[in-house]
């Protein structure tokens, strides 16, 4: 059961984990974008309907990373160029998306289509355990857990992650230093929500493989919390999508096995562990919080 | 001549801040620019480093005509400006901070090559930090050496210096000044900005004294005197020359104000209070010199019951107040000025006449205030300003919309018009000009002839040795020295305040300070 538990935590955790990838970036350049939830949404929408359409799931995952980059865009505009508040802008959005999605949705609803099949790693996958553990999942999950180190990497080794991180802690010192700071929170709002897309898109075309109005479920806000566990830390993000993918995926099994609890009681976890979760590290961590993050907490912007 | 500004006029809505200024800088010298604040110094350099577009006036270097539209503009021509707030990333490490600066980064930064050349920079000119820490964990003094090294890094060959001294205790200002005579002999042209005639005397080559926008005149050092440029740089009003008359204290009284062994734990990596004993008797200044951050914000808050001593005894009137609440304080004639007054003195939003009456509502605003008499509140208030000799605008203006200056004097004239028995009062005169800071020290004084008891927090040790009458040295959050003002110099107090120096002074808190 714990190997079980933990497979399903790593695919459970994918969609968590992207989401919480591209927030890591937007957040790392002074940006709370609220929306993610919204942006998960439309990925997962726009992916379903485009492989119902065509019968690929490639250009699923394409449609649905667009989707989830245009509607971040708009928080961009908002909140960048019209300086509107933080905060509400992403709530807006996420309604907003909710809304188009289910009405957009509706079609679809129990429509069957092409997953997103798994994909074993030659050679990898036939090894006892670890195969089957962490080689025998679709591309998406391969592809969320090979971004964490190459965000890792660009975040802290390469001029474009130094000019994203100067802005989020000072955006008037990245200002005097030239950097086009606008430019530079655009790309990374606009990175995040295509990466909140593909989060969708491996909920609607590979976990679910249905479509279902807001079927999100919460995950974009998880994504959010989990950034202030994994200290806006890319390699972080990944051990803590991985354990509350887990608490689904255990959910599910309890589930499955016919425990005599309340199916609305298990649907509770992920959020309670969200809770102490915040309980237990939100004292700790706040000092390394990006401090362009400050003004959105203490309302300034 | 090297950098020639040629009428160089500049305003912003409702201000002229320069008028026509003239200035003309040979190669390699240190030109000093003196003036008060709002004289328009740092207008005219933010001028020369393309962060304002002058609405007149021309720039040259070397004969040829600049058309600065940005700071990387400036920063092309070679012209870099170390700003008075400096513009580094608490978060980034050294190299990191560099990195930004250079113009021509690769994708992925040699970080080997520009920590190479933080050590170069270091070696050559006594620039010595260290490249791998964090800027959050650099002193200033090394945080100003950092924003240096950027400058020199990016290529430049002018450079502007905001203030850099207003931020240095005396002996890292002696540091600063060697750092800057390699400089010039290297043929690097600083444009120094300061409003402390002692410091001019000290460095520069030539000085320009700015008054109200427009230049009063230029001199060599060897030509000038304290005298002449205090008198161009304060125009016609009279120069202080008296030191305070100081009415003497009734001996033997009991002390308003006892700390005994008091402790108190930091908070996020800061220092708190480290067993601090200490008196402080009615019509009595107690300076306290330290370097920001080594516990003298811990003592303040301590005392004001803002936040609780984990060992020890404060007492006030002989009353032990170690558990009382800060509106308890307030009521037994405690006032505060605290550190950051628009944060924390002051509620930016509401009028003047709102914020004046905020530490005295239960006096204003009887019967739960469900009937407040403003127009007597008013009057009231504007008797205490008449009573100080003060001009402020309109009572019901905004506090956020005054200038520092206004807003310390309010505060001070708010806070000593109750009376208070004790005061504690936090860098009073920060961000203060000449004329500002006369009053504020004016107004200490007279609460100090008073009767009242002043605990005076400072990093302004000249500030320090004029008003306390006994002064105790923080570091580290323990007291490393007791003094009379005379019996030390600010050379000392500056070792002692940044632990360069130990002072062979006992703790021992049955006697805290030897009393006087």
Not at chain 1, 264 to 273: A, H, K, R
């Amino acid at each position: 059961m714990l190997a079980s538990v933990l497979e399903g935590g790593i695919r459970a955790g994918t969609p968590i984990l992207y989401a919480t990838l591209g927030e890591v970036i937007a957040e790392r350049a002074g940006i709370v974008n609220l929306g993610v939830e919204g942006a998960i949404l439309v990925g997962a929408c726009a992916g379903f309907i485009t492989t119902a359409q065509t019968q690929s799931p490639l250009l699923g995952i394409a449609a649905a990373a667009l989707a989830g980059g245009a509607a971040s865009l708009v928080h961009a505009f908002m909140v960048v160029t019209v300086r509107a508040n933080q905060i509400a802008s992403g709530l807006a959005l996420m309604f907003l998306c909710l809304g188009v999605t289910s009405f957009v949705g509706r079609p679809y609803v129990a429509v069957k289509i092409n997953a997103v099949a798994p994909l074993a790693v030659p050679g990898l996958s036939d090894l006892p355990v670890v195969g089957r553990l962490l080689f025998s999942h679709d591309v998406l999950v391969y592809g969320a857990y090979l971004l964490a180190p190459l965000i890792w990497l660009i975040l802290f080794y390469t001029k474009w992650g130094l000019a994203l991180r100067a802005v989020g802690e000072r955006q008037a010192v990245a200002f005097a230093s030239g950097l086009p700071t606008a430019v530079v929170q655009y790309a990374a709002v606009v990175c995040g929500g295509v990466l909140a897309g593909v989060a969708g898109a491996h909920l609607s075309l590979a976990y679910a493989r249905s479509w279902v109005e807001g079927m999100s479920n919460g995950r974009g806000f998880i994504a959010v919390a989990l950034v202030i566990f994994a200290t806006w830390h890319p390699l972080r993000a990944v051990l803590g999508a991985v354990i509350f993918g887990a608490v689904f995926a255990l959910q599910l099994q309890i589930q499955a096995r016919g425990v005599a609890l309340s199916p609305y009681f298990l649907d509770m976890t992920p959020y309670l562990l969200t809770l102490v979760g915040l309980l237990l590290l939100a004292r700790a961590q706040r000092h390394t919080m990006p401090e362009g993050l400050k003004e959105v907490f203490e309302g300034l912007k | 001549m090297y950098l020639r500004l040629d009428g160089i006029t500049k305003s912003f809505p409702g201000v002229l801040a320069n008028c026509g200024i003239n200035l003309e800088v040979d190669r390699g010298e240190i030109h000093a620019l003196l003036g008060e604040n709002g004289a328009g110094k740092s207008t005219l350099m933010k001028v020369l480093y393309g962060f304002y577009q002058p609405d007149a006036g021309t720039i040259s270097v070397d004969g040829a005509r600049l058309d600065l539209r940005s700071p990387s503009d400036a920063i092309r021509a070679g012209i870099g400006m170390v700003f008075q707030s400096f513009m580094l990333i608490p978060a980034f490490s050294v190299v990191e901070n560099i990195a930004l600066a250079l113009p021509r980064l690769g994708v992925v930064p040699d970080t080997a090559d520009i920590r190479e050349r933080v050590r170069q920079y270091g070696a050559r000119y006594g620039l010595t930090v260290d490249p791998d820490a964090k800027v959050w964990q650099l002193s200033v003094g090394e945080q100003q050496r950092v924003e240096i090294i950027k400058l020199l890094v990016s290529g430049a060959r002018i450079l502007i210096l905001d203030e850099p001294t207003s931020v240095l205790a005396p002996h890292e200002i002696r540091g600063l000044f060697e750092i800057l005579q390699t400089l010039r002999r290297d043929g690097y042209t600083i444009l120094f900005i300061t409003h402390k005639l002692k410091e001019v005397m000290a460095i520069a080559d030539r000085i320009t004294v700015l008054r109200k926008g427009s230049v009063v005149g230029t001199l060599s050092r060897d030509k000038a005197t304290e005298q002449d440029l205090a008198y161009m740089l304060l125009g016609e009003r009279e120069l202080r020359t008296d030191t305070f008359s100081r009415r003497g204290r009734a001996d033997g009284a009991r002390p308003v104000l006892e700390l005994e062994s008091v402790s108190v734990p930091g908070e996020r990596g800061r220092c708190g209070l480290a067993g601090v004993s200490l008196s402080l008797h009615g019509g009595e200044i107690l300076g306290v010199a330290g370097v920001t951050g080594n516990g003298q914000t811990e003592l303040g808050e301590a005392i004001l019951g803002l936040r609780r001593a984990a060992h020890g005894r404060i007492l006030l009137d002989g009353v032990d107040v170690s558990h009382a609440t800060t509106a308890r304080m307030l009521e037994a004639g405690v006032a505060c000025i605290p550190e950051d007054p628009l944060r924390m003195g002051v509620a930016p939003g509401l009028t003047i006449a709102e914020n004046m009456i905020l530490t005295e509502r239960r006096r204003f605003m009887p019967r739960g205030g469900l009937f407040t008499d403003w127009r007597a509140i008013r009057r009231a208030i504007e008797e205490r300003i008449e009573n100080f000799g003060l001009t402020i605008p309109r009572l019901t203006v905004p506090v956020g919309t005054l200038s520092g200056g206004n807003v310390q004097r309010l505060l001070l004239l708010r806070e000593l018009s109750r009376r208070p028995k004790l005061l504690v009062t936090f860098y009073p005169t920060r961000g203060l000009d000449v004329a500002a800071t006369r009053m504020a020290h004016e107004l200490l004084m007279m609460a100090r002839n008073g009767g009242a008891a002043i605990l005076l927090i400072s990093e302004d040790l000249d500030e320090l040795l004029d008003l306390s009458d006994r002064l105790v040295v923080f570091s580290r959050g323990a007291i490393v020295g007791a003094f009379r003002p005379g019996e030390i110099d600010t050379v000392d107090i500056g070792l002692l305040m940044t632990g360069a120096k130990r002072h062979e002074w006992h703790d021992s808190p049955a006697s805290p300070i030897p009393a006087s």
